[in-house]
């Protein structure tokens, strides 16, 4: 038996609706919710610390019944949520694939990985090895150059050590130190 969300997404293919336009619709609605959460911000932090609201040109705040303060709190908490789900949704998006991660002769990453796209249509992606251990970023900057980072040689939690400037070659991105691949 399908589930819910299988059925509504074997119904909007049928009808001819894609992957991309699921993505794009899915980031307006990020995007319209994460709005609202902060343009709601001020009642939430009224309904929160009314005492501490101090602000006289949002005097007219402190006219707002608790059910209507209650009101927005809830929508704002909502909006919120989502903000925060759809942010850590873009992790969903890494698929298996085969990377290489070469660095001044070091190998850090070969072998099966996760692989991330930042950007739509940019090019820029995010590899990840298989025990999570290194990771790095490639940007694109032009027609076969990009620029790279990774978490370093003790595994680091961010990307903070440059790759230097790259060229593509074929499903690498190289440089005289640096190979990086995604197959």
Known sequence: MATRPRKILTGLCAIGVTK????????RLTYLACRYAFFNAEY???AVFPEKWTCAKNASLSSLHSRSRRMHMRTA???AAICFC?????FVEARPVQCLLQVDGGVYIDGDCDFR????GAGDFQITGAGGKYFAYLYVEGPDLGSGHWNGVTGEVRAHTPLGALRRDGACWTNATVKLCAW
């Open 20 to 27: 991309p336009h699921v993505q794009n619709l899915l980031r």
């Open 117 to 120: 796209p930042l950007s739509a």
């Open 86 to 90: 759809s942010f850590f949704s873009s």
């Open 44 to 46: 939430l932090l009224y």
């Open 77 to 79: 908490t909502f909006s």
